[in-house]
């Protein structure tokens, strides 16, 4: 899906990747939908660990930044949401994790800034969504080979998170 696109992935190509016989395949996921869903169940799972890590981690702000900005992870992403597009039936697994996903980062973003007294200037949720609206498009320009402006939109949002933190971390 990453070298060739969502539209490259059929059951017969999986099927040949994992050494197995297409029937079989057919057995465990009898439309190319069911199995395309049980991609995206096992990607989202181990997703969530990796959001809940960052979550987790001592210094949330730079670790959710990071998380946000890591390319494989979000261009994977972007080939399941341009999926969605072309097949309603994946449609509601993206929508259903992308909005848990968002909750919890929300969850802990309010508890920072609200348990702090910091103000980011908008709110818990407007920033989760911005973090992940900015990092998704410099990952899907980067991909096409469009550069400008990338520099200074990090480097925006990193000083941003960076006067966060340090407020964050002065008031706890």
Not at 47 to 74: H, N
Not at 79 to 107: C, D, M, P, V, W
Not at 111 to 119: A, W
């Amino acid at each position: 899906m990453l070298e060739e696109g969502y539209a490259a992935v059929t059951v017969r190509r999986v099927a040949k990747v994992a050494g197995v016989s297409s029937t079989l395949l057919h057995y465990y996921y009898p439309t190319a939908d069911d199995l395309l869903i049980a991609i995206y169940r096992h990607r989202s799972g181990q997703d969530l660990v990796q959001l809940q890590r960052a979550l987790d981690a001592p210094d949330p702000i730079c670790a959710l930044w990071a998380y946000q900005t890591d390319s494989a992870r979000t261009a994977l992403g972007v080939e399941f949401l341009a999926l969605a597009n072309h097949r309603k039936a994946i449609r509601g697994e993206i929508a259903r994790f992308a909005e848990y996903s968002r909750s919890l980062q929300t969850k802990t973003l309010s508890r920072l800034l609200d348990g702090s007294g910091v103000t980011a200037g908008c709110s818990p949720v407007c920033l989760s969504m911005l973090l992940t609206s900015v990092s998704r498009n410099l990952i899907m320009e980067s991909g096409v080979g469009i550069a400008s402006g990338h520099g200074e939109a990090r480097a925006y949002v990193e000083s941003a998170l960076a006067r966060l933190r340090r407020s964050w971390e002065r008031d706890r």
